[in-house]
């Protein structure tokens, strides 16, 4: 009989009363999920959004949710991922008493209670194995997409984020030392003279503007343009 109990946030994350006492809905896990990728660049084993994968099954299996349930705190217009208690305590570690040894330190991206940025979708890539990465052209020309989408200008700011990147791609294309995403991109909020959250159309924009500068035609995993996407795609719940 035990299996057919509804899973509750209780059950699983030591929550408040609230949020405790909701069920497991298949697109709350799909939201955790959203929200580890672009914080992390993936999905950890046992992490939140796996243990909320396999509660919003049980819970969809006896029948208690369908697989496009949400629930109310999700749906909720003014939180990005209603869940943040959770990442919070489980993604990302408390700066307070942050001297625990085998601390991480994430970009905020994905847990607050306003929309992720521009600004906050670039930083992010420099925490994910995309920031490794060498910075090439195509990647330039979507940090300076997403620059003018941030600011609102058509042109390049001098000196700006989109200046670096481009510069940095430049010297990339005739140097064996490249600069890589994460060198351009770490602190790019503070590299922004304005910014904005992420919208639909805004990762469109960033996304035609890579795939323009790529024989393949295709995004780069983890990179300047699926992160915006991610963002554009969390910014909607």
Do not use: C, W
Request: proline fraction near 5%; charge should be negative; charged fraction near 25%.
């Amino acid at each position: 009989m035990s299996q057919e109990i509804p899973v509750k946030y209780g059950d699983v994350f030591p929550v408040s009363s609230e949020l405790g006492s909701k069920m497991i809905a298949p697109q709350d896990a799909a939201i955790m999920q959203s929200a580890e990728s672009i914080a992390l660049g993936h999905v950890p084993k046992g992490g939140p959004a796996s243990l909320m994968q396999s509660a919003a099954a049980q819970n969809e299996r006896i029948g208690v949710v369908d697989v496009d349930d949400i629930s109310d705190l999700a749906r909720d217009p003014g939180v990005t991922v209603s869940q943040a208690e959770v990442v919070a305590q489980y993604i990302y570690p408390s700066e307070a008493g942050g001297d625990g040894e085998g601390a991480e330190r994430y970009p905020t991206t994905g847990v607050q209670e306003e929309a992720v940025t521009v600004g906050e979708a670039l930083e992010a890539v420099a925490f994910k194995a995309a920031g490794d990465k060498p910075l090439e052209e195509s990647d330039a020309a979507a940090i300076q997409a997403a620059e003018a989408r941030a600011t609102g200008r058509s042109e390049v700011v001098p000196g700006g984020i989109g200046a670096q990147a481009q510069n940095a791609a430049s010297v990339n294309a005739r140097t064996d030392d490249k600069t890589t995403l994460g060198d351009v991109l770490r602190d790019a909020t503070s590299k922004l003279i304005e910014d904005k959250a992420v919208k639909k159309e805004d990762a469109e924009g960033v996304v035609s503007a890579e795939i323009r500068n790529k024989p393949d035609l295709a995004t780069h995993p983890g990179g300047v343009a699926a992160s915006q996407t991610t963002a554009a795609n969390l910014n909607t719940f």
